[in-house]
T-cell receptor, first 112, second 111 residues
């Protein structure tokens, strides 16, 4: 069983919809939780990160971490066609960022 | 502009050949990483280096080799021992905080 499981998708929504992307994990040592966005044939870029449990909001994006359930989510409000990409969750027990454990990614398409 | 540069963008390898993928960073980061990404899959760690002249195997190091002679450079060689090398290869660096910076990737295809 993988340490990090991500909802596989693909996900297709109309413009303006609220999107929920989710990951579960098994390693209770994970402390840092990241969401990366990857456009087709490009490298991932960090979208948001959260330390330990709680919520974090940045514009239309909200990251949630529930350590008791080992569950993290990324919400996108008022989704736009430019949000169409693959979203990867990642997590690490310490600050060794590049040695994170990644989910398999969820591909999102926002239709105009 | 600071960042990570990977080259080439596309690379074709014949059976039995070794090929080297370049990764250069000007972010002054100590740590650098190589990942492999297959379609529909996440990133799998091949090798990482936290300091010059030192590197560690990741989860799928077999058939790959690296060097770290300079802080800015972390080339990856895909050897003939790697039986299924067709994939998208990503180089990343970090300053030891939560964020990893990624290059734009090299797509390697066996012909």
């Amino acid at each position: 069983q993988k340490e990090v499981e991500q909802d596989p998708g693909p996900l297709s929504v109309p413009e303006g919809a609220i999107v929920s992307l989710n990951c579960t994990y098994s390693n209770s040592a994970f402390q840092y939780f990241m969401w990366y966005r990857q456009y087709s044939r490009k490298g991932p870029e960090l979208l948001m990160y959260t330390y330990s449990s709680g919520n974090k909001e940045d514009g239309r994006f909200t990251a949630q971490v529930d350590k008791s359930s080992k569950y993290i989510s990324l919400f996108i409000r008022d989704s736009q066609p430019s949000d169409s990409a693959t979203y990867l969750c990642a997590m690490t027990p310490n600050t060794n960022a590049g040695k994170s454990t990644f989910g398999d990614g969820t591909t999102l398409t926002v239709k105009p | 502009d600071g960042g990570i540069t990977q080259s080439p963008k596309y690379l074709f390898r014949k059976e039995g050949q070794n090929v080297t993928l370049s990764c250069e960073q000007n972010l002054n980061h100590d740590a650098m990483y190589w990942y492999r990404q297959d379609p529909g899959q996440g990133l799998r760690l091949i090798y990482y280096s936290q300091i010059v002249n030192d590197f560690q195997k990741g989860d799928i190091a077999e058939g790959y080799s690296v060097s770290r002679e300079k802080k800015e450079s972390f080339p990856l060689t895909v050897t003939s021992a790697q039986k299924n090398p067709t994939a998208f290869y990503l180089c990343a660096s970090s300053a030891g905080i939560y964020e990893a910076f990624f290059g734009q990737g090299t797509r390697l295809t066996v012909v």
